[in-house]
């Protein structure tokens, strides 16, 4: 069991330039969440998604788009890079359906991106 | 909206001393509270979940307690080692709702 992992691990982009994030998870989860981690701001909502197929958006998703053709995976896009968005990206996963799993949320490693 | 508050900030002990970290938050309708660990230029690992029916669980070392009513958790760590040093966040669901809200964290220091 792998649980979650994100593809990469670091990134170095140049203001424009677009790229895709990887998340992958070995659980089964039904549910998957893309947040970014910044100094003194926490942890914050991007998108998250409750099924394959379906996409929402959280609380800061501007610059960002997601897909999830398949359930076990959870795609973050950037079409054109900005430094704004350099930051610490985690994707996480969870279940509501899963017996005693009570939607615990379970984090990938996360991907460090800088825009230069 | 539901709010979520982790104090201390940043809290530097001794090895070996017992601590509590705090955790409130504003609704009192919640589904779940879960506890994480996360160590620099690393992921959140869950250490506790509590769901809203439970008063507390334990792992351990350690011990995480929910009063809903009062809106507060707190995460106990037992005679702490400098391998404890990492910062803990708490997230609430709130009952409804798939998204959980996070605290922004305390930074723990263990030092020998």
């Known amino acids: 069991n792998a649980g979650v992992t994100q593809t990469p691990k670091f990134r170095v982009l140049k203001t424009g330039q677009s790229m895709t994030l990887l998340c992958a998870q070995d659980?089964?989860?039904?549910?998957m969440y893309w947040y970014r981690q910044d100094p003194g701001m926490g942890l914050r909502l991007i998108h998250y998604s409750v099924g394959e197929g379906t996409t929402a958006k959280g609380e800061v998703p501007d610059g960002y788009n997601v897909s999830r053709l398949k359930k076990q995976n959870f795609l973050l896009g950037l079409e054109s890079a900005a430094p704004s968005q350099t930051s610490v990206y985690f994707c996480?996963?969870?279940?509501?359906?899963?017996?005693?799993?009570?939607?615990?949320?379970?984090f990938g490693p996360g991907t460090r991106l800088t825009v230069l | 909206k539901q709010e979520v508050t982790q104090i201390p900030a940043a809290l530097s002990v001794p090895e070996g001393e017992n601590l509590v970290l705090n955790c409130s938050f504003t609704?009192?309708?919640?589904?779940?509270l879960q506890w994480f660990r996360q160590d620099p230029g690393k992921g959140l690992t869950s250490l506790l979940l509590i769901q809203s029916s439970q008063r507390e669980q334990t792992s351990g070392r350690l011990n995480a307690s929910l009063d809903k009513s009062s809106g507060r958790s707190t995460l106990y760590i037992a005679a702490s080692q400098p391998g404890d040093s990492a910062t803990y966040l708490c997230?609430?669901?709130?009952?409804?709702?798939?998204?959980?809200?996070f605290g922004r964290g305390t930074s723990l220091i263990v030092h020998p």
């Open positions: 997230a609430v669901q709130p009952g409804g709702s798939y998204i959980p809200t």
């Open positions: 996480a996963s969870s279940s509501l359906l899963l017996a005693t799993s009570y939607n615990e949320q379970f």
């Open positions: 609704d009192s309708a919640i589904y779940n």
């Open positions: 659980m089964n989860h039904e549910y």
